[in-house]
Each structure stands twice: as structure tokens, then as C-alpha cells.
């Protein structure tokens, strides 16, 4: 079992950043990819991006890539999510989540991140 808390959300303006946090507890940590989703108001939850476990490579959907980071941190079994020159558009629920292979079987909770244009 893995437990995820994300933390970091807010009001933010556009063009402003934000730094999401998701602590891990449970297992070892530096064995799982770590994804971000976000999912907005009547839709559905989306890929944000990835650090992967082995060499700490991430990937990232276009809708944010250049303009969000993601981090980790093995020793603090935290991952982190940098999001820079933020639009109304990102304004959604962000959730971590923890896959100990392919399929991600751990969620958090989830943080408001609302961005006001």
C-alpha cells in the first residue's frame, strides 16, 4: 500500500506558479513512477506528466510541457510539480498518483489549483 497527500494548491493569477507537493508513504518510494492528473470541472481527468523511477526521466502532456516541471525527491519520498506561466485553463483538481509498475494503483486525494484570469 502506498499513501499520497498532495499539498501546494491555491488562487493563483494567471502567469503566476505554484508548487505542488505529494508526500509518499508505505513503500519504497524511489521504486515508483509518479504521475500528475488534474481534472476540471465537467471533465475528465487528464495526464499531466510522469517522473519515472529508473533514471528520474519525465515526460509531460503538450497542454503543459515547457511550462510545468516535475521533481523528486527519494529522500523525502516526495514528488513535486512546478507549474510556471499558469493559465485559467489549468484551473482544476490536481491528484498524484503512484505506479509500482505500468498501472498507477495509488491516488491522493487530490489539491484545488485555481488560476484567476
Known amino acids: 500500500q502506498v499513501q499520497l497527500v498532495e499539498s501546494g494548491g491555491g488562487l493563483v493569477q494567471a502567469g503566476g506558479s505554484l508548487r505542488l507537493s505529494c508526500a509518499a508513504s508505505?513503500?519504497?518510494?524511489?521504486?515508483?513512477?509518479m504521475g500528475w492528473f488534474r481534472q476540471a470541472p465537467g471533465k475528465e481527468r487528464e495526464f499531466v506528466g510522469v517522473i519515472r523511477r529508473t533514471g528520474g526521466s519525465s515526460s509531460y502532456a503538450g497542454t503543459v510541457k515547457g511550462r510545468f516541471t516535475i521533481s523528486r525527491d527519494n529522500a523525502k519520498n516526495t514528488v513535486y510539480l512546478q507549474m510556471n506561466s499558469l493559465k485559467a485553463e489549468d484551473t482544476a483538481v490536481y491528484y498524484c498518483?503512484?505506479?509500482?509498475?505500468?498501472?498507477?494503483?495509488?491516488w491522493g486525494q487530490g489539491t484545488q489549483v485555481t488560476v484567476s484570469s
Open positions: 498518483a503512484a505506479a509500482p509498475n505500468l498501472a498507477y494503483e495509488y
Open positions: 508505505g513503500r519504497t518510494f524511489s521504486g515508483l513512477n
